[in-house]
C-alpha cells in the first residue's frame, strides 16, 4: 500500500466520523435541562441521545430561591458514563464530575445575581481503549456530539 492511499484511507475514515457525528446530533436531537428558569421554577433534565438517556440533573428542593445559591445532583445513567454538571460565571466556566459509574453528585455553586450559564455533559473518556477518541454528548434542549467538551448548547440559569 502506498503512502498516498494510506492518507487518502485517513482522511475518509476521518470525514467519516465526521459525518456521523453531524447525523447524529441531527438524527437524534437529545434533551437536556436542569436548571431554574426563575425563581421557584426548577427544571429536571436528560441528556437523551437515540433514546438512551446518558445523564441526569435534578436541582434540590428549594434551590430556586433567588438567594444566589444553586444545588444540583446529577449522574451518568449508563455504565462507563460519566456525567458533569458545569456553570459559567463572570465568563469562567467551572465544573462538578462524577465517576464512569451510576452514583449520584452533587453541584453546588454561587454568584452575585442568580444569573449564570450551564451545561450538562456525559462522556465516555475514561473508559474508551486508549487511541481511541473519547464521546462526549453536551447541551441543553439540544445535545452537541463531539470528542471533546462543547458549550454551543449551554442556557441561563436564573432565580436560583
Request: proline share 4%.
Amino acid at each position: 500500500m502506498t503512502i498516498r492511499s494510506r492518507g487518502l484511507r485517513a482522511a475518509l475514515a476521518t470525514m467519516s466520523l465526521a459525518a456521523t457525528m453531524i447525523v447524529v446530533q441531527a438524527g437524534f436531537a437529545g434533551t437536556a435541562h436542569a436548571r431554574c428558569i426563575d425563581v421557584n421554577r426548577p427544571e429536571v433534565g436528560r441528556i437523551t441521545v437515540a433514546g438512551v438517556t446518558y445523564a441526569t440533573a435534578t436541582p434540590r428542593t428549594n434551590t430556586c430561591n433567588n438567594n444566589n445559591t444553586e444545588t444540583t445532583d446529577f449522574q451518568a445513567n449508563e455504565p462507563g458514563w460519566r456525567a458533569t454538571y458545569r456553570w459559567q460565571n463572570n465568563g469562567l466556566w467551572s465544573s462538578s464530575s462524577g465517576g464512569y459509574n451510576q452514583s449520584v453528585n452533587t453541584a453546588v455553586f454561587s454568584d452575585n445575581n442568580s444569573h449564570s450559564l450551564v451545561l450538562l455533559c456525559a462522556d465516555n473518556e475514561g473508559t474508551v481503549p486508549a487511541g481511541t477518541p473519547p464521546t462526549y454528548y453536551c447541551g441543553w434542549y439540544d445535545v452537541a456530539v463531539s470528542t471533546s467538551v462543547n458549550y454551543t448548547f449551554a442556557v441561563v440559569s436564573e432565580g436560583f
